[in-house]
């Protein structure tokens, strides 16, 4: 979805299908606004469009927490036991040659989960309390490149995949930091879809006029 602003400056929404410019009506939460050609969605008034998607992702943000803080699958094979943690297969394949590997699976599956919560929060939080963010376009901006590097959720169906495959000659068992981590992937994302960017950017604008 575009938006521009015409000689008048009233916003403008361009069809992400057949590119029909729209004038950006007064929707009540909820609402949802199509294109009056192709009929498209062209946004969601979401409701709450600030508050839920901060609680996701406050909550997502404990969930990794305890993510890293319990095994998340536990092997056992002819009396041997070894308890994998979140990081322990990126920690191996940085040890050994596959260090790029390592360095992707690091990426995919903490820090980038990591930074997507952290600067949602540190986002809505500051407006939640009526202040403005630090730096939020850059917050923002940072936020849509990271997010497309989080892929937790591939990283999840990887180890249902092992769980599956090994279960063949060994007992294997889900780990609590399993659970966490599916809450936390669930968790962030219904915090983006949640997320009301036409009220976001509404209230950073309300924000820093109280300011000014």
């Keep these: 979805m575009k938006k521009i602003r015409n000689e008048t400056q009233k916003a403008l929404i361009a069809c992400p299908e057949c590119d029909l410019l ?3 009506p ?3 939460s909820g609402d949802i606004g199509r294109c009056c050609r192709c ?3 062209l946004f969601r008034h979401q409701l709450n469009g600030l508050n839920r998607p901060l609680a996701f992702a406050a909550t997502g943000l404990i969930f990794f927490f305890l993510a890293n803080l319990f095994p998340i699958l536990i092997f056992e094979m002819n009396g041997n ?3 994998n943690r979140l990081i322990d297969g990126a920690v191996e394949f940085l040890d050994s040659s596959y260090w790029m590997l390592g360095i992707l699976v690091l990426i995919s599956s903490a820090l980038a989960p990591l930074l997507v919560l952290l600067f949602l929060i540190g986002i809505l939080l500051p407006l939640k309390l009526g202040v403005a963010p630090l730096w939020p376009e850059t917050q923002i901006r940072m936020l849509e490149h990271v997010r497309p590097w989080a892929m937790a959720e591939i990283f999840v169906l990887g180890i249902m995949v092992a769980f599956v495959k090994l279960g063949d000659f060994a007992e294997v068992n889900i780990g609590l930091s399993m659970i966490a981590f599916m809450c ?3 968790t962030t994302v219904m915090a983006y879809i949640s997320l009301d960017q036409d009220i976001l950017w509404e209230r950073l604008a309300l924000v820093r006029g109280q300011k000014r």
């Design 22 to 24: 729209h004038t950006t």
């Design 26 to 28: 007064v929707l009540d």
């Design 39 to 41: 009929d498209a969605i």
């Design 81 to 83: 036991m070894q308890v």
């Design 184 to 186: 936390m992937v669930a």
